[in-house]
């Protein structure tokens, strides 16, 4: 019977603490309309992994402290246990809530930050209340007014944070009723993204000569660190870049859509720092991928509308599609041809696991360059993008190769074989460059960035991937390290370094260079630094509110509406 009662206290625990995960779940998911039902199924789905969890360690801390401290409970009804044991579990869900917060912080415009941490500053003073009833009871003759006081505080806070989530702020819809004529542009824009850049590695090799076209930038453009931020979702920070927004306004939040069991709605995005997503291994989380819709204009429905004519073209291996234990996709993957010979002479023969994954990047870069840069012959677009992410992929599995002094034992033959990979794929990015500088005309400006470096990946990331994931992995951009950004021609400053660019900045100042207003509603600046000064005079800034609300037209013809 006491065994019983103290699952029952331990249960208790465990499903306070699944609605506090719960809240978590739904503070995140910024597009999802907060729903009590919804509330209460996402903390019924949780209970069946953390709520067990938490129940089971419960019942061993109750026997632990009992065993150690000599003394036996006769336990009905336990307030002390339950008082304790939510206070501490407050405690742990704020640690996992201040986490969060940081990490997904661009999710969060001003008011709903003030909502937030209006729910820490609650949650944190209950947990305290909670301990200090708890002292309170025990030594001042166990009066249950402690508790009766602490049972109220609980219910207060508990409303307090749920009404919280309920007050977050909706996006209206807004009617694009002004019209505006402006002068179509004659400048060209050629845009490469190469994810994974890091100026650790170019700095170095720049003196050596081994990458001279980046260097003809450094020289005779202006270049620097490109500031990126979390989460660091390929498609989050894509739409940041086109439109000069942070996710609390562009709401492009996840390609994926999670499902819950017992929640009929689907959520966009699960909590970190707690293993959520290994719930897909119980079935109980299902994934599945979804295009989340355009809430905001970028610069590319922008041109559109004006009629300047752009191409984008990019490869989209992932990280997790060229893991060595997924061979699929090496069926899937175009053959590199003679081309990969030429970058990494001393590899032809080596098909392991592990250098297969240099193929099937350089592969899927090659094939979408080549294809991408006919397209631009062909069409002749006043606004050409290619990115390619083929780098951030090699990087995530040979990073440890390169700096093997920041990880534990690496074989020293290995790190004879593969030092050399990342400086090669380096070197293949520097020749794409030099293709496209030939190819710049007078007006031409060239920009070349990467939304993000890499960093060797933590010891304690190391060990869940060598338990959970992939053992190969090395690195990765989950905290959002700097990329880098190169800009060049007519205009730009020779030599200059570009200081606190932004991902942010970079649509803003693309729409300046074209001769078109800037949304004063972008979280992004024109970084009008980077150009000269004869330039910016013959070119000032204008502005406009939002091209939310604004529709532009072309001389000699009307923009298109969407």
């Not at 465990?14 to 609605?19: E, K």
């Not at 201040?98 to 001003?110: G, I, R, T, V």
């Amino acid at each position: 019977m006491k065994f019983l009662l103290v699952v029952l206290h331990a249960l208790a625990c465990g499903l306070f603490f699944c609605l506090l995960l719960a809240l978590l779940v739904l503070n995140l998911n910024i597009n999802v309309p907060f729903r009590l039902g919804l509330l209460l199924g996402i903390a019924l789905f949780l209970s069946l992994s953390y709520g067990a969890a938490v129940t089971l360690a419960g019942v061993l801390v109750f026997y632990f402290v009992q065993f150690f401290s000599g003394r036996r409970s006769r336990l009905l009804f336990s307030p002390t246990f339950l008082t304790a044991g939510f206070s501490v579990l407050l405690l742990v869900f704020l640690a996992l809530f201040w986490e969060n917060y940081k990490y997904f912080l661009s999710f969060f415009d001003p008011a709903t930050r003030l909502l937030l941490r209006g729910q820490i500053l609650v949650f944190f003073g209950l947990s305290l209340a909670g301990l200090s009833l708890t002292y309170g009871f025990h030594y001042y003759k166990k009066k249950a007014a402690f508790f009766i006081a602490y049972a109220v505080l609980l219910a207060g806070a508990l409303a307090y944070g749920i009404g919280q989530r309920a007050a977050y702020p909706r996006p209206e819809p807004r009617d694009r009723a002004t019209t505006l004529e402006v002068k179509r542009p004659q400048k060209r824009v050629v845009l490469i993204g190469l994810d994974g850049l890091s100026l650790d590695f170019i700095i170095p090799s720049v003196p050596q000569g081994t990458l001279p076209n980046f260097g003809w930038l450094m020289d005779k453009g202006s270049w620097g660190r490109l500031e990126s931020f979390s989460p660091t979702e390929p498609t989050v920070l894509r739409t940041s870049t086109a439109t000069g927004k942070f996710p609390y306004q562009h709401r492009r939040i996840s390609p994926s859509r999670y499902r819950l069991l017992f929640c009929p709605e689907e959520i966009e995005v699960v909590p970190r720092f707690m293993l959520f997503k290994q719930l897909t291994r119980t079935g109980l989380l299902t994934v599945v991928p979804a295009e989340p819709p355009a809430v905001v204009r970028d610069i590319w429905s922008i041109f559109d509308d004006n009629r300047i004519s752009s191409f984008r073209g990019e490869s989209r291996l992932q990280a997790a599609e060229a893991a060595p234990a997924a061979p699929s996709q090496a069926e899937a993957a175009p053959a590199p041809g003679k081309a990969i010979d030429v970058f990494f002479k001393g590899f032809e023969t080596d098909r392991s696991p592990l250098f297969g994954i240099v193929r099937r990047a350089f592969a899927l870069d090659a094939a979408a360059e080549e294809d991408a840069f006919a397209e631009k012959n062909r069409l002749q677009p006043r606004v050409y993008s290619l990115r390619l992410n083929g780098l951030n992929t090699v990087k995530t599995y040979f990073f440890k190769f390169s700096f093997p002094e920041r990880y534990g034992s690496i074989a020293h033959e290995d790190i004879t074989r593969f030092s050399s990979v990342i400086p090669r794929y380096y070197h293949y990015y520097d020749q794409l460059i030099g293709k496209y500088l030939a190819g710049l005309k007078d007006d031409d400006l060239l920009v070349v960035y990467s939304s993000h470096g890499m960093e060797p990946l933590p010891f304690w990331k190391r060990f869940v991937e060598w338990i959970l994931g992939d053992p190969e992995v090395s690195a990765d951009h989950e905290n959002a390290p700097d990329g880098v950004i190169f800009l060049y021609g007519r205009g730009v400053r020779a030599g200059n370094t570009a200081d606190r660019f932004r991902l942010v900045d970079l649509a803003p100042t693309l729409l300046y260079f074209m001769g078109l207003p800037v949304g004063r509603d972008m979280d992004g600046i024109v970084q009008s630094g980077i150009f000269s000064r004869e330039f910016t005079s013959e070119n000032p800034v204008f502005y406009i509110s939002s091209y939310e609300d604004v529709a532009l037209t072309s001389e000699g013809g009307a923009g298109r509406r969407p």
